[in-house]
């Protein structure tokens, strides 16, 4: 019973889903919905990547905690529009809470869209909000066991982000078997290794972003 | 309607927690529901303590995870009872799945019961599965924001185990700022902060552990 209770959910989320992903396919707006373990980087990460595209991409942010404001007004401070959202009490976002916040954005302006989920590796994976793709982050510091015990999320994701390798000298956790396990679940995963404290590896990232975003916008042209 | 059907679900569950708890009372069994994000350290935790204790205590473990028999694997080498759970996707342990596994073990010989839970920083704190404590992990690795951002955990656990503090000079993390606000949200909380790694400030803990098994087998002879 309460596997058919889940399900209705599930299915009742992707309808939200998919008219959220027709307006975003009608602006030209690419849309990341960046999930991760809490602390495993997800604001840091969305600073640093701020500071190097504004001034080429019109971005905004959607912040996703349970309570606390205090991730959008960290993003605030960069100068772009960011909306939070609290849960309250829910451990993901869904396809409903971000229905809600679009009125806040001028989406046919909007290049880029960043989501930043609550802090889970768990459940964000399971709904979807009418992104383009899923990006995850893995700290280092969590440990090398993690594709095998949350697969699902590293097999939703498009990208995953290992973050925090300036920790690594500290740490007994191993890139090869972290690589290697992830590809297992999902071989088409593209693997970026960088540190959001040091900046090493973090062009990457952004250079992949600008093209999915230049591709989305040349896709509305067509 | 997703409310009601939330709470129906929490009130099923807490039904099973209570016999499960009762159950436990009756032999004696002091039960820990061990709770982290992931990667915070839950299981290598588990091992140190069970090095420590189990010539004094007669321990057993139930593992949670939604999949793979990785952490059971660990513990079942250390030489005492271990079942695995694997959720099969769901994010947290209930009182069904605990109560599921009680056949496994010899609850009159058992003073020691932890529960390792989904590492999830979110869900396992609103599903009771009978235990007499709740005990969470926070890794200094995860910054010290995480009281505000999940604060039924830290409400609902009565230790909570600062982890990992030998990677403390590597990271931006104030340990006054966790004890300040885990405070705030639960007054009553027992803190350590400790080093599984290097076993700095773990004597606290296994003591603190000692006394609560002590005590509950008092209570069965009362």
Redesign the interface.
């Known amino acids: 019973m ?1 596997i058919t ?1 889940v399900r209705d ?1 599930l299915e009742a989320n992707e309808r939200i889903a998919r008219q959220n992903k027709d307006l975003f396919d009608g602006s030209g707006t690419l849309v990341i919905n960046l999930m991760s ?3 495993a980087g997800k604001t840091t990460l969305l600073e640093r990547t701020i500071d190097a595209l504004k001034d080429e991409l019109k971005m905004g942010v959607i912040e996703g ?4 404001s ?1 991730d959008a007004e960290r993003i605030a401070k960069k100068g772009i529009p960011v909306v939070q959202i609290n849960t309250g ?1 829910a ?1 993901h976002l869904d396809g409903n809470m971000i229905r809600d916040t679009l009125k806040e954005f001028d989406l046919e302006g909007l290049e880029l869209l960043i989501v930043e989920n ?6 964000p994976a ?1 709904f979807k909000l009418g992104e383009d793709c899923k990006v995850m982050i893995l ?1 280092v ?3 090398d ?2 594709p ?5 999320m590293f097999r939703e994701s498009e990208v995953l982000l290992v973050n ?1 390798v ?2 690594l000298p ?2 007994d956790t191993s890139l090869e078997r972290i690589t290697r396990e992830s590809l297992k679940i999902n071989p088409a995963l593209s693997i970026f290794e960088l540190s959001c404290k040091t900046g090493q590896g973090m062009e990457s990232w952004y250079q992949w972003l600008r093209e999915k975003t230049r591709a989305k916008l040349g896709d509305v042209d067509l």
């Open positions: 309460k209770v959910i373990s809490p602390g905690d349970i309570q606390s205090e009490g451990c609550v802090g889970n590796l768990v459940c399971e700290s510091t969590e440990g066991d993690k095998s015990k949350y697969p699902l925090k300036d920790l500290y740490v």
